[in-house]
C-alpha cells in the first residue's frame, strides 16, 4: 500500500547518474522476486521502490525478475488473499491505517502512498542504525509501525530531519531490542 518516498528520490538520483548500460547490469544483478498465478499474473514481493524510482523517470521501464512461488489461483482476489496468508502484503496505509483490503492494493507502483516512516526506517538503515535483515520480509514496516507509537516531531519523507535525532535514540534504546535488526548502542 505505500512506499517511503525518500528512498525512492534517492534512488532516482542514483539512477540519473547512470548510463543505460550500467542502469541494465543494475537490474540483472537485482532481479525482481515474483510470485506468479495459474494465469500468468504476477505480483512483485521486493524492490518496490527501486522500480517506483524508475517508473517515475521513465514509463517504459522493464526489469529482471524471478519467479519465487508458483500460486494455485485464478483471480487476482485469491492471488492476493494467498500472498496475505503468507504474510508477504502489507496492507496497510501510508498513514499506518489498516489492515485495508487487498483490493484496495493500487494495480500500479506509481499509486503506492507515501509513509514517511518507511522513510524514517529507510534511513536509519542506511545510516546503520537499523541492521538489513534481507531474509525477515518487510520488516522495515514493522519498525515503521513500532515507531509510529513513540514521540516524535513532526516530519515528512521530504524532510527527515527533525525526527532523526530521536528516532536514532528510539532504535537504538532496550525497548526496540524484539525488533528485526535491532543493533543496540552497537552502532
Given at each position: 500500500?505505500?512506499?517511503?518516498?525518500?528512498?525512492?528520490?534517492?534512488?532516482?538520483?542514483?539512477?540519473?547518474?547512470?548510463?543505460?548500460k550500467?542502469?541494465?547490469?543494475?537490474?540483472?544483478?537485482?532481479?525482481?522476486?515474483l510470485?506468479?498465478?495459474?494465469?500468468?499474473?504476477?505480483?512483485?514481493?521486493?524492490?518496490h521502490?527501486?522500480?517506483?524510482?524508475?517508473?517515475?523517470?521513465d514509463?517504459?521501464?522493464?526489469?529482471?525478475?524471478?519467479?519465487?512461488?508458483?500460486?494455485?489461483?485464478?483471480?487476482?482476489?485469491?492471488?492476493?488473499?494467498?500472498?496475505?496468508?503468507?504474510?508477504?502484503?502489507?496492507?496497510?496505509?501510508?498513514?499506518?491505517?489498516?489492515?485495508l483490503?487487498?483490493?484496495?492494493?493500487?494495480?500500479?507502483?506509481?499509486?503506492?502512498q507515501?509513509?514517511?516512516?518507511?522513510?524514517?526506517?529507510?534511513?536509519?538503515?542506511?545510516?546503520?542504525?537499523?541492521?538489513p535483515?534481507?531474509?525477515?520480509?518487510?520488516?522495515?514496516f514493522?519498525?515503521?509501525?513500532?515507531?509510529?507509537?513513540r514521540?516524535?516531531?513532526?516530519?515528512?519523507s521530504?524532510?527527515?530531519?527533525?525526527?532523526?535525532?530521536?528516532?536514532?535514540?528510539?532504535?537504538?534504546?532496550?525497548?526496540?531490542?524484539?525488533?528485526?535488526?535491532?543493533?543496540?548502542?552497537?552502532?
Open positions: 500500500m505505500c512506499v517511503g518516498l525518500s528512498e525512492v528520490w534517492s534512488r532516482q538520483q542514483d539512477f540519473q547518474s547512470e548510463s543505460a550500467d542502469r541494465r547490469r543494475y537490474l540483472r544483478g537485482k532481479p525482481v522476486p510470485v506468479r498465478n495459474r494465469l500468468g499474473q504476477l505480483w512483485m514481493v521486493d524492490r521502490h527501486r522500480l517506483r524510482a524508475l517508473l517515475e523517470l514509463r517504459s521501464v522493464t526489469s529482471f525478475g524471478y519467479v519465487i512461488a508458483e500460486l494455485d489461483s485464478e483471480s487476482r482476489e485469491a492471488a492476493l488473499e494467498a500472498l496475505q496468508a503468507r504474510g508477504w502484503l502489507y496492507l496497510f496505509d501510508g498513514r499506518g491505517h489498516g489492515p483490503p487487498a483490493a484496495e492494493l493500487p494495480h500500479s507502483l506509481l499509486g503506492l507515501d509513509d514517511p516512516y518507511r522513510s524514517l526506517v529507510w534511513k536509519l538503515k542506511k545510516e546503520g542504525v537499523i541492521k535483515q534481507p531474509l525477515i520480509p518487510y520488516h522495515e514493522r519498525w515503521g509501525h513500532w515507531l509510529r507509537t514521540p516524535l516531531p513532526p516530519f515528512s521530504a524532510r527527515l530531519g527533525p525526527a532523526l535525532p530521536a528516532a536514532r535514540c528510539l532504535a537504538r534504546s532496550e525497548a526496540a531490542r524484539h525488533l528485526a535488526g535491532w543493533r543496540g548502542l552497537d552502532h
